[in-house]
């Protein structure tokens, strides 16, 4: 007798479950479909947890590894909650030589939260990330996927009056 595996429970609802198989059908190449299927889940959930990969895996037939990976290489995809607005401040080359640990120490404290956790009120997060491609305005400053600007006390300072 073999044994049988025990189904996993979805870390999904069943709208969400309809909504990562639309994606396997959305386009020609899987792994296009599967950044897509990533994206809805890192807003559902603000985090990619292995078992949320465990699951997108076996909807689009994929080996669990191949979607980790995936998972792993993009800053787009967290493994911890992000807060509802998600900050980012460049520490590329030109956003360091600009002060981007001057704009870090100033999130930690003006969030009170150190990088990567998120406000006890879930509101907030924030996170060193690798070049937004606006050296221009270095350090660069971004929420969740929006441009800011540069990373100065001020622009941190309003951070807490934005609305998603």
Excluded at 33 to 47: F, P, T
Excluded at 90 to 109: D, I, M, T, Y
Aim: proline share 5%.
């Amino acid at each position: 007798m073999t044994p049988t595996k025990a189904p996993v429970q979805s870390p999904f609802s069943a709208e969400q479950e309809k909504t990562l198989l639309a994606w396997t059908k959305e386009y020609p190449y899987t792994n296009l479909g599967l950044i897509e299927a990533l994206r809805s889940v890192q807003d559902w959930h603000r985090q990619v947890e292995p078992a949320a990969a465990a699951r997108v895996a076996e909807i689009f037939g994929l080996p669990f590894n191949h979607v980790w990976g995936v998972v792993t290489f993009f800053p787009t995809f967290t493994q911890w909650r992000t807060g509802a607005q998600r900050v980012g401040v460049c520490h590329g080359l030109s956003c360091f030589l600009a002060g981007s640990n001057k704009a870090e120490k100033c999130l930690e404290k003006t969030l009170g939260v150190p990088k990567k956790r998120a406000t006890a009120d879930g509101k907030f997060s924030w996170e060193a990330m690798e070049c937004l491609g606006a050296c221009e305005q270095a350090p660069a400053l971004q929420v969740n996927e929006r441009l800011i600007g540069k990373a100065t006390e001020e622009s941190i300072s309003q951070l807490k009056d934005m609305k998603r």
